[in-house]
């Protein structure tokens, strides 16, 4: 354990306890390993990164069991990378495709190897997210995303941005809703 994965770990931890994520629930994470080591996004892939912040957040969702999705790069079209007992669980149809570090991203590329059973999807709705590195996970939130702020703000020099999903508020004014 190094540095950079106590930081993913930290953080990962921290947010699945913020948002409330319970077992069996989505964590979405995009990381640009090029924005950790200080450089600009897309320019400099490293496995060794991908390796260090993915184990952080790898043991932090295992610990909470919540699934975890890699987002791949744009060159992959944003697709996720998760176990394939998830794809099944939230009905998501797997496409084909390996991650590799420049297609698709170290960060995915590591995901496919550490996962048991590890499947791409076009798309999830996850339930809470990590962008490390300002990779647009957005698109993989469930409707309502609420900012989530934590004590750790950026992993290596990558900026990071959290948040957490709630339920829809409808009905309007003679509405009552459940607290939490």
Request: charged share 25%; net charge negative.
């Amino acid at each position: 354990m190094n540095d950079m994965w106590k930081t993913a770990y930290e953080a990962a931890r921290e947010l699945i306890d913020t948002a409330g994520l319970k077992p069996g629930q989505l964590l979405v994470v995009g990381c640009s390993t090029s924005e950790v080591g200080g450089e600009r996004i897309g320019t400099f892939s490293s496995v060794g990164l991908a390796e260090q912040v993915f184990g952080g957040i790898w043991e932090a969702a295992r610990e909470a069991e919540v699934y975890l999705a890699a987002q791949c790069c744009e060159h992959l079209n944003r697709a996720l990378i998760l176990e394939e007992e998830a794809a099944e669980r939230y009905g998501c149809e797997p496409v084909n495709v390996v991650p590799q570090p420049k297609a698709g991203g170290s960060f995915a590329t590591q995901a496919w190897k550490a996962f048991s059973s590890p499947v791409a999807v076009e798309h999830i709705r996850a339930h809470a997210g990590m962008d490390i590195g300002d990779t647009l996970i957005g698109m993989h939130l469930r409707d309502v995303a609420v900012p989530v702020r934590l004590s750790v703000q950026k992993i290596g020099e990558a900026h990071l941005v959290c948040a957490r999903t709630r339920r829809k508020f409808i009905g309007g004014a003679r509405a009552v809703y459940e607290e939490e």
